[in-house]
């Protein structure tokens, strides 16, 4: 009986020693699991894009003239690193800025509806290719251009297109909006 009764110990004793290695085993397992979700949590974060949508940057689009509404416009939008200021892709954009550094911007064209170039309804496009981003020529403030930050989706610059209108008038002033700071000027 009283080996019996020491089996028992030694059985409870290794029962004991057992589920406690489970349980550290289970421990240990939770905390890599822990580990890996973390760690892949940062890498999406790290790999995924900083820039704000879309949304977040017409939002706070800040337009040259103050009679301007963005509702009034078809606004095409598309998300580019200019190395050059020869590179933006306006038609109106006087000297091309010189930058320290290649920028990631948003760029956007904004086109009054209805207009001579559409009556489409007003809303966000985004563009993906540089080849499908519109150009307009002249208009005046019937075509908005604008440059956004990526990473903070603040205007840098925005500006109305040369005014063809009667030359006789003379030469019509461009509104503008320059941040402070701004490469775009």
């Known amino acids: 009986?009283?080996?019996?009764?020491?089996?028992?110990?030694?059985?409870?004793?290794?029962?004991m020693d057992i589920d406690c290695r489970i349980v550290f085993?289970?421990?240990?397992i939770s905390l890599k699991?822990?580990?890996?979700f973390a760690c892949a949590s940062l890498s999406?974060?790290?790999?995924?894009?900083?820039?704000?949508?879309?949304?977040q940057v017409d939002?706070?689009?800040?337009?040259p003239a103050a009679g301007l509404k963005?509702?009034?416009?078809?606004?095409?939008?598309?998300?580019m690193t200019v190395h050059a200021g020869d590179e933006l892709p306006f038609t109106t954009s006087?000297?091309?800025?010189?930058?320290?550094?290649?920028?990631?911007?948003?760029?956007?064209?904004?086109v009054r509806t209805p207009s001579v170039w559409t009556s489409a309804p007003a809303g966000v496009h985004v563009v993906r290719e540089r080849d499908q981003f519109p150009e307009y020529f002249h208009g005046g403030c019937q075509?908005?251009?604008?440059?956004?930050?990526?990473?903070t989706g603040k205007t840098l610059s925005s500006w109305c297109n040369i005014d063809t209108g009667d030359p006789s008038d003379g030469p019509t002033p461009i509104p503008h909006f320059n941040a402070e700071n701004s490469p775009f000027r």
Not at 44 to 53: D, F
């Open 70 to 79: 963005k509702t009034d416009f078809i606004r095409h939008y598309m998300l």
């Open 59 to 63: 939002a706070q689009a800040i337009l």
């Open 1 to 15: 009986m009283g080996v019996a009764h020491y089996r028992g110990q030694a059985n409870s004793v290794l029962a």
């Open 143 to 151: 075509v908005v251009n604008l440059i956004s930050d990526a990473t």
């Open 94 to 110: 006087g000297e091309p800025p010189k930058l320290d550094a290649p920028r990631r911007v948003w760029v956007a064209v904004f």
């Open 44 to 55: 999406l974060a790290a790999c995924s894009s900083a820039e704000p949508p879309v949304a």
């Open 33 to 36: 699991a822990t580990a890996v």
């Open 25 to 28: 085993s289970m421990s240990l």
